[in-house]
Structure formats: structure tokens, C-alpha cells
């Protein structure tokens, strides 16, 4: 009786290491995805405010920056208070949080008027982000 000497098993295997490798491929490029989206910084220069304490903000929200200006951008565009109304009316609808990004010399006014909106439209959940 005779014995195969020379019987590769890694050429059998080759299709499941492909496999193996594009999916991990594809697993990274869905974390580096989503994790990008999740801690993304907006394009327009505030400084933050530093706070003892704040509570965590889930995926789903929506940014509203106000500069040391006062002046609000929804997206890094600059909007109006009457486009704001809307906006915040289709996030209310979306049940969707505000996330505020306020500079430390921006207005208490402005911050207060922003927080009123969203009230008055049916956002649930409004935070403040701190430093």
C-alpha cells in the first residue's frame, strides 16, 4: 500500500481564509465608519466650557453650534432663528436629542432662545456640550 507523500491541505483551505479575511476587512471599515460619525468635531472653532458633571448623549442627535458671536450653524452652515424652528420641528419629528455647542463667551440669551425652540417644536431631549 502506498502513501501520498506530498498532500497540500492549505489548498483546500484558501477560499476560507479569504473569507476570513474580507470580512475582517469589512468589520473594520464599518467601525472606522461608525465610530468617525460618533466623535466627529464641526468645522466651525469654538472653545467649550469644562463641567464637573454631564451625562452620556446617545447616536441619534443632531448639532447646533453657536459661536462666540452668537451667531448658530446647523451642519457648518449659518442659519436664521425661522430656519431653526424648522429644523428643529423635523428633529422633534425624528425623535431625535439637540446636541448644543456653545463658545464659553457666547450669550446665555442665545443659548436660552435655542433651548426654548426645541421645546416649543417637541425635542425631547436638549444637552449642552461641555469640555
Keep these: 500500500m502506498k502513501f501520498k507523500r506530498h498532500l497540500k491541505i492549505e489548498e483546500g483551505m484558501k477560499p476560507f481564509f479569504n473569507i476570513a479575511l474580507m470580512n475582517l476587512v469589512l468589520l473594520m471599515l464599518m467601525f472606522l ?60 419629528f425624528r425623535k431625535e436629542s439637540i446636541l448644543i455647542k456653545a463658545d464659553t463667551r457666547a450669550s446665555l440669551g442665545t443659548l436660552v432662545e435655542i433651548w426654548d425652540f426645541a421645546r416649543k417644536e417637541g425635542v425631547a431631549q436638549v444637552y449642552i456640550a461641555t469640555d
Excluded: C
Aim: aromatic fraction near 6%; avoid cysteine.
Design 33 to 92: 465608519v461608525f465610530n468617525s460619525r460618533a466623535s466627529g468635531r464641526s468645522g466651525v472653532a469654538i472653545e467649550l466650557p469644562s463641567l464637573l458633571t454631564s451625562s452620556m448623549l446617545g447616536f441619534t442627535h443632531r448639532e447646533i453650534v453657536v459661536t462666540n458671536d452668537n451667531e448658530i450653524y446647523w451642519d457648518n452652515t449659518k442659519i436664521t432663528g425661522a430656519q431653526l424652528k424648522s429644523l428643529l420641528a423635523k428633529v422633534a
